[in-house]
């Protein structure tokens, strides 16, 4: 469970998805790729403090940026894997450690662009289950709420790549409580056409 924050700056503002130059249609999508970007923890308070180091990062087939009205948003689930126990240790895992589905929202403070992820249930509901064996602390742990993530391109720059990287300073600028996820991602259309989202 995380605790709630004051510090959240960040605002939602109207944003449009745009592939290769051309603005997305309301309803219009297109599919996504995802891969790990450095390193990878998934992290919990519970019993103490759980971190989980994962090797390697996909979103299942069916993410998908998506124009929703006057909002780009993205949907997807994150599937992590090659994972690696760290607290508490004597630890394993599952084999592979796979989000609840999530959507997520451009958040915009100055040019910097934030893209959070929440459950589609809401803040509230769970992002993910994260699985302990062969310890004292075996047992199924839920992570609750939001990670918030800056993205590596200024408002309004396109790329065929895009690096988010969540930390608790971006969780503090757009999020509120501790970031599950401490590390950079890449996204990429399947097409690998350059793409951005912007006002």
Known sequence: MFASSAFATAVTTNSNWYVAGTKLASGETREIKCSK??????RSTAFGGIEITAGKLECPSGGVIKQEGEHGITTVTLKFSELTVMK??????????????LVAKTLMEGTTTYVKFEPTEGETGTFANLTLTGCAAEGIYPV???????ASNEIGVEAVDLTLTFSEGAQTAACSGSSPI??????????GSAFITRE
Do not use: F, H, R, Y
């Open 88 to 101: 508490p240790t004597g630890c394993t895992s599952a084999s592979s450690i796979t989000t609840k589905a």
């Open 182 to 191: 401490e590390g950079g991602m890449n996204e990429e259309l399947v097409s």
């Open 144 to 150: 609750k709420g939001s990670a918030c993530a800056k």
């Open 37 to 42: 970007d450095g390193s990878l923890v998934l």
